[in-house]
């Protein structure tokens, strides 16, 4: 029997440096007295300059007022400026951005070339250069702080910090009417999410990357990474030390922190399996992993840190994909875990996926969504929607939705698209293009490529969404999208998994679930009686326990580093790992979802920061 409250929403990754001097630092006051200690050490009588760049939404307030008194207290004279004053005004942004925010609610084309300097007046290097000879004159700590303050600097500073905020943190802040950079005020959650991941996050995240690689070059200057999540107890180290650290958790199977979201049609099984906000009337998503949107707690010199996932895969992506992987996808991590609850909730929207040319022609993006639903849970009488229906066409479908939203007369679904009852264990496949949907009292274990936002909703019951306003359908996306191919008969013969067992040890199975060209993913199944030998032969692997209680993996070469999960939880074997010995915990037989990339796939899909070259020299010049 499953014990839903052992799931671990936060797990904790201990990388091992207790052989190594301190390097771990934590708390406003370690922070105030390292830039204190700087001052009191110079033997001129310049001012001490800190740079505090950093993400959007950090609570940078929360280390100046503390800096600022400790000032006061040693009668320091202090100082600092926001990058924000210098940006230039929202009207004159959103114009020169309107390309890449387009008048779309939902989507935008990614601006990959927009660089951070352009967000800023073309004055205000000069300007803060004035205010450093201003400056001069008083002497004291000064502070530049904001995003983009190294690039803004106009002379070398003594100190240099960047302090991070999670993608999850800033959706929350999201909530409470914090816009994306420069952006004002968020009046509408869909519009301020599409503003960040087609421009925001495209800028400025690569901007942290070109900072990253830069100060952890430059041994000779004073740089720091810092975990600014928590802004009460901020987490920071030098950033070549960082360096080591993600180098070291490459080497090492790892889990992400889960990110949870409540939705319309959310339901209650993972409310019930997770510690979530009592406030959520529901949970309808649980991504882990999906590499943009995670992060990972690192426990290092017994100080635990938040660092993005995409650090690690910047850092290290040849240990964690292997090399076949890298050549394919970059540093970018192409397969997803996330959970669809619809237990006791509702039916997600009738929608269907861009093609790989539209998504890339259309949206600037380069991975379109390839999806799986592997059903965990149900209840009977729950469906799951896949094709349309034989003689139906997607053109049909499409006028049939625009009369029902005429006439505000619900749809009849199985009169277009096949409806089947779902079963628990079984698998369907999703290529783009497909129609589909999950209906109500299913758990979905959803397995896909890394990607989430681009689905065209059709049809959505006519229902508003949770803040009042009517959930965006896509219909004329979806026009151009919907594979008539993608029928009936194609699905009852190549979309409904048929398990094929493929190695077996003594009384474990492992079956082939799950395979197409068309997928960059393959997905197989682990019945563990006992013991099962693995070996990542040199690509990554995933693992979901989808039944049972707990199980534990063991590297090999590397035993210290073993793990164990429970029900529900998923962990990333890294490919550097290589041969490992899986074992059942539980007192009886567990079931694990496997997924790895596609043996047949072959078609690069590299994002821009592989493909484009780096630009970091000029960036902070």
């Not at 205010?131 to 700590?141: E, T, W």
């Not at 409470?176 to 869909?190: A, L, Q, R």
């Not at 996808?329 to 006791?344: K, N």
Request: charged content about 25%; proline content about 6%.
């Amino acid at each position: 029997m499953t014990t839903l409250s052992t799931f671990q929403s936060h797990p904790i990754n201990h990388v091992d440096f207790q052989d190594r001097p301190r390097f771990m630092n934590n708390g406003v006051d370690s922070w105030c007295s390292l830039v204190i200690s700087n001052y009191k050490e110079m033997q001129d009588n310049r001012p001490v300059r800190i740079i505090l760049d950093g993400t959007h939404g950090a609570d940078f307030y929360s280390l100046l007022h503390p800096l600022q008194q400790a000032c006061e207290e040693e009668e320091i004279p202090f100082s600092y400026d926001f990058t924000s004053d210098y940006l230039k005004e929202e009207s004159e942004l959103r114009s020169e951005m309107a390309p890449y925010l387009t008048d779309n609610r939902a989507f935008g084309y990614k601006g990959n070339h927009v660089r951070p300097i352009q967000y800023f007046q073309t004055d205000a290097k000069t300007s803060l250069a004035q205010r450093a000879i201003d400056i001069d004159s008083k002497g004291g700590i000064y502070v530049l702080c904001g995003p983009g303050a190294a690039m803004l600097a106009s002379r070398e500073s003594d100190l240099y910090f960047f302090a991070d905020y999670s993608r999850e943190n800033q959706q929350l802040r999201h909530a409470e009417h914090m816009g994306s950079f420069g952006f004002g005020e968020s009046t509408d959650k869909v519009e301020t999410y599409k503003n960040c991941l087609f421009l925001e996050w495209p800028v400025w995240e690569s901007y942290r990357r070109e900072w990253l690689a830069y100060y952890t070059d430059r041994l000779n200057q004073q740089a720091y990474y810092m975990d600014l999540n928590n802004p009460e107890n901020p987490v920071f180290l030098p950033v070549e030390a960082l360096k080591d650290v993600l180098l070291k958790t490459a080497q090492q199977p790892f889990r992400v922190k889960p990110f949870f979201a409540p939705g319309i049609w959310g339901g209650q099984y993972l409310n019930k399996l997770v510690d979530l906000p009592k406030e959520w009337p529901n949970c309808a998503w649980s991504f882990e992993p999906i590499a943009p949107e995670n992060t990972l707690l690192l426990q290092v010199q017994d100080t635990v840190a938040e660092l993005p996932f995409t650090l690690l895969m910047e850092a290290a992506p040849y240990d964690i994909m292997g090399q076949r992987n890298v050549e394919l996808f970059g540093d970018y991590f192409p397969i997803r875990f996330d959970y669809l609850d619809t237990m006791e909730g509702g039916d997600l929207s009738l929608q269907v996926h861009p093609k790989q040319a539209y998504v890339e022609s259309q949206f600037n993006e380069h991975m379109t969504q390839q999806e799986s639903y592997y059903i965990m849970k149900n209840t009977p009488g729950a469906k799951v929607c896949l094709g349309l229906k034989e003689g139906v066409t997607g053109a049909d479908l499409l006028e049939a939705v625009e009369r029902a939203h005429q006439d505000e007369t619900p749809l009849e679904l199985p009169s277009y698209v096949n409806e089947y009852q779902s079963q628990v264990g079984e698998l369907y496949l999703i290529p783009p293009g497909t129609v589909h949907t999950s209906g109500k009292n299913n758990l979905v274990l959803e397995i896909s490529s890394t990607t989430w936002w681009f689905t065209f909703k059709i049809y959505d019951y006519l229902r508003l969404d949770r803040d009042g306003k009517p959930r965006p359908l896509n219909g004329e996306h979806a026009k151009h999208n919907i594979n008539d191919a993608m029928d009936t008969p194609a699905v009852e013969q190549g979309l409904i998994a048929r398990p094929k067992v493929v190695s077996s040890q003594g009384n474990n199975t492992e079956e082939l679930l799950g395979q197409r060209d068309d997928l960059l993913f393959q997905v197989n199944r682990l019945s563990l009686e006992d013991t099962w030998q693995g070996d990542t032969q040199g690509e990554f692997v995933m693992f979901n326990l989808v039944d049972g209680e707990r199980v534990r993996l063991v590297p090999i070469d590397n035993e210290k580093a073993a793990v164990e999960w429970g029900y529900a939880e998923a962990y990333i074997i890294p490919a550097s790992v290589g041969k490992y010995r899986l074992e059942n915990l539980s007192g009886s037989t567990c079931t694990l979802i496997v997924a790895r990339v596609n043996p047949n796939w072959s078609q690069p899909l590299l994002p821009p920061s592989w493909t484009s070259s780096k630009e970091t020299s000029d960036v902070f010049r």
